[in-house]
């Protein structure tokens, strides 16, 4: 039996999306999605360089619980019947994230059943990366683009 990893961010929720109107709104600011289009897209912003960059990303991760716990994340055109699909033919397909422990599981697992998005488990992992690759799935779907390099370092 095949065993998927489905991520959250970036792949069924559109994350970035409402941290940038929290912060364009917080800031009175026009960023759009290709401000964020480096990994470590906290050190983006002109408004943050004060901080350093801990605290930049930090600010940035607490907007994405904050925008996940008020409920103002909506999911990609087509993830929820993307994921009907998959768990059709594959039934271990599980939404793996590492959604930060300031999103609450019930944040996560409400937005999944009202916007009719399935899954067998939700299984929270501790970052991305090297941790998700310690779950042992067959197959991720992710937009972590360091995760590849991490399951061929892992499991050659």
């Not at 310690?134 to 390099?149: E, K, R």
Request: glycine share 8%; proline share 4%.
């Amino acid at each position: 039996m095949t065993r998927y990893a489905i991520d959250l961010d970036g792949v069924l929720a559109q994350t970035v999306e409402a941290v940038l109107e929290d912060y364009n709104a917080h800031w009175n600011t026009s960023y759009k999605k290709d401000a964020m289009a480096r990994w470590d897209f906290w050190n983006s912003f002109t408004e943050l360089q004060h901080l350093s960059e801990p605290k930049r990303r930090d600010y940035m991760l607490r907007t994405m619980d904050r925008v996940w716990n008020e409920g103002r994340v909506k999911p990609y055109p087509g993830a929820s019947q993307f994921m009907q699909e998959l768990l059709a033919r594959e039934p271990y397909t599980d939404i793996l994230t590492g959604r930060g422990q300031g999103t609450t599981d019930e944040a996560i697992t409400g937005w999944l059943d009202r916007h009719g998005i399935p899954y067998r488990q939700l299984v929270r992992s501790r970052g991305g990366g090297v941790n998700k690759v310690l779950h042992g799935y067959d197959i991720y779907v992710d937009d972590d683009p360091v995760l590849a390099i991490d399951i061929e370092e892992r499991w050659p």
